[in-house]
Every structure is written in structure tokens, then in C-alpha cells.
């Protein structure tokens, strides 16, 4: 027993460790970055192309002679933007829909659940392929296709975690004081609900950003010139085999980022005390 808890405290230690020392890089390459950056991420010099370090190009040029650093940089904000948009819209959609449905029950939560049983029915991937396609490649059309893959999951937990606390005796005295349903909800059910989410988004944000990326790498999402890590990835792989480190660029910044928020949900399950559970 004693080992086994040594372990989790070790284990423990080394996740806080890892996640501040990810604070600490990150903030020092965002310093870096503002302080370097003074390259347009787009600007083409063909008699540059290729060219490997330096004190002008730290990270060396593509195969247009766009300077790497930049293009990555900006990839942060294409990436790690609109990810964060289809997770942030993926939320207003799902959580007042989880509210709405498992606090009033009855046809309403039918009705909803019904519609969140039909996304369900196939794995998020697929649909969010077959909803690109239809919509079109671009970064626009595949946010909103994520977004209406995602809200589904958010949903579902909320309206869990609001049918457990709907039978409650604080709720049942707020009903009985006459307490509108809308201050219910926002008052006393939010709250409860806000720990689970937080803990959850994080979670997914890393899978967003692999869908971003691996969506724009086979042409569904961002489209070149734009300096989208997955999109760079598509770019720069016919240099694979004579320049290799021009892909390990954006794919070692995704895996990074991707570590990142794992770390940060780990963090935020501990603060919150979420445990996993099902959905009702």
C-alpha cells in the first residue's frame, strides 16, 4: 500500500513539474517570438528557399523561402484559435442544451437527447468527415462541423450532473420559494456543472487540435498559403527526406501543445475533484 502510494505522489509530482515547466517554455518562446518576430509569414524569396539556420531565419526557410519561425508562430494562432473557437462554440451550445434538458425532462430532454443519440451513433471522426465534405474544405467550414460533433458530449454530461442535482433538497426548497427556473439553473445548477466542463474541455481541446491538423493536412481544413501547422505538414512534406526538420517544426509544436492541455485537465480534475463518470 505504502508503494503503491509513493508511486501515485511520485506520479503526481512529475505531472505538476512537467505542466510548469510547459508554462515556463511557453512563456519564454512567446517573449522570444514578440521580441524576433519581423518576417511576413507569407513573403515569398525564391533565392532563399531551403536555407538552413540563422541569425535572420533561427528555424531556416521553406521551400518558398518563408521564413519557418514566423509561419509557426502564426500557426499558433491559426491552430490553437480556431480550435479554441469550435470548443468555445461547441460550449454555448452544449451546456445550455444539457440545462435545458435535465432540469425540465419530460419531451424536452426526449426531444434533445433524441438529436444527440443521431450524432452519436457513428464515431466523432467519421461525422465530422462526412460534415467537412459537405460543407467544403475550409477553415470556417470545418469549425463549424467540429462544433456540431462536439457540443453533443457536453450536452450529455451536463444533463447528468443536472438530473443529479435537480433531486437535491436545496433545489426542491428553491422551486418551493418560487425561485424562477432561469435563476435555478444559472444560480444553483451552473456551478455545479462548470467544474465537470472545465475539466472535460481541456481534455478535448488537445483532440480538437488534432482534428484541426490532421483535417487541414489531408486538404479538409485550412488551405495553403495559410500557416496552419497540419496545413504545413501537407506543404512541407515532399522535403521530408532531404530537410526533415522542416516537419518536425509544426509536428513537434502539435505534440507539444497537445501535452500541454493533457496535463492541464489532469491539473483541473484534481482541483475540481471530478471523478469519470458515465452519462446518463
Known sequence: MRGITNNTVQLSKWKKGTFIVGIIILLLSLLYTFLYLRHD?????????????????????????????????????????????????????????????????????????????????????????????????GIGNLVLAITLVKWVNYARLVRSTVLAESEKEYIWIAKLNGLPARKIMSKHLFPHVIGHVLVMASLDFGKVILLISAFSYIGLGAQPPTPEWGAMLNELRPFFSSMPQLMLYPGFAIVLVVLFTNLLGDYLRDRFDVKKEGSV
Open 41 to 137: 509569414p507569407n513573403f515569398v524569396d525564391m533565392g532563399n528557399r531551403l536555407a538552413g539556420s540563422s541569425l535572420t531565419h533561427p528555424l531556416g526557410t521553406d521551400h518558398l523561402g518563408r521564413d519557418m519561425l514566423t509561419r509557426l508562430w502564426m500557426g499558433t494562432q491559426y491552430t490553437i484559435g480556431f480550435s479554441s473557437l469550435a470548443l468555445f462554440a461547441a460550449l454555448l451550445i452544449g451546456i445550455p442544451i444539457g440545462l435545458i434538458s435535465g432540469y425540465f425532462k419530460g419531451i424536452t430532454d426526449r426531444v434533445f437527447m433524441r438529436i444527440a443519440d443521431a450524432f452519436l451513433a457513428f464515431p466523432d471522426t467519421i461525422v465530422a468527415i462526412v460534415l467537412a465534405g459537405l460543407l467544403g474544405p
